[in-house]
T-cell receptor, first 118, second 112 residues
Framework: GAVVSQHPSRVICKSGTSVKIECRSLDFQATTMFWYRQFPKKSLMLMATSNEGSKATYEQGVEKDKFLINHASLTLSTLTVTSAHPEDSSFYIC??????????????FGPGTRLTVT | AQSVTQLDSQVPVFEEAPVELRCNYS??????LFWYVQYPNQGLQLLLKYLSGSTLVKGINGFEAEFNKSQTSFHLRKPSVHISDTAEYFC??????????FGTGTRLTIIP
């Protein structure tokens, strides 16, 4: 149980275009989802926290107008990288926290999406 | 603010030998500590976590970690590694507010 999927696993886009990444909790309802960015040989950096039905909370330094997050249902959150540029190329990982798991819930991670902007 | 340091970026170990992956943290409050493993092309999987109670925590796949408050450490250990343990290992800390702060990871390579 507690499987999180991401789609697509890899995407290449041209500079200036927008890309949408989906994160789904397959067998549980996730009240909270997290979006991370991972640079080569670096740790995961939390970008934002999204709660179902409300606006996402962005970490300091993350442009909310560039990285649009939508958490419209208890099983789906999307991250849209708008007007992507080469410096947005990275590995994006989402995680989901169960709705019934108490005050300190375990995060279940998706397999990640490799974004390359040319 | 909380932070995590994993001093070893790469650790090569012979098969069936013991291994210790180091993790140190800094925080001004009580923390929860985690170890995650990331196999190639897969998402992070929780190995073990320390929330409270016994400082020796046992996890999956034969791994264990010991919380040492005085040394602000949470080192991960396994007495005998297997080829299948080859992966990236991340230590993480939370101050109880759901947000996880990750270390930079340690790549464990098992040598046959």
């Amino acid at each position: 149980g507690a499987v999180v999927s991401q789609h697509p696993s890899r995407v290449i886009c041209k500079s200036g275009t927008s890309v949408k990444i989906e994160c789904r909790s397959l067998d549980f309802q996730a009240t909270t989802m997290f979006w991370y960015r991972q640079f080569p040989k670096k740790s995961l950096m939390l970008m934002a926290t999204s709660n179902e039905g409300s606006k996402a909370t962005y970490e300091q330094g993350v442009e909310k107008d560039k990285f649009l997050i939508n958490h419209a249902s208890l099983t789906l959150s999307t991250l849209t990288v708008t007007s992507a540029h080469p410096e947005d190329s990275s590995f994006y990982i989402c995680s989901a926290e169960g709705a019934d798991r108490g005050s300190l819930s375990e995060q279940y991670f998706g397999p990640g999406t490799r974004l390359t902007v040319t | 603010a909380q932070s995590v340091t994993q001093l070893d970026s790469q650790v090569p170990v012979f098969e069936e030998a013991p291994v210790e992956l180091r993790c140190n943290y800094s925080s001004s409050v009580s923390v929860y500590l985690f170890w995650y493993v990331q196999y190639p092309n897969q998402g992070l999987q929780l190995l073990l976590k320390y929330l409270s109670g016994s400082t020796l925590v046992k996890g999956i796949n034969g791994f264990e970690a010991e919380f040492n408050k005085s040394q602000t450490s949470f080192h991960l250990r396994k007495p005998s590694v297997h080829i299948s343990d080859t992966a990236e290992y991340f230590c993480a800390v939370s101050e109880g507010n759901e947000k996880l702060t990750f270390g930079t990871g340690t790549r464990l390579t098992i040598i046959p």
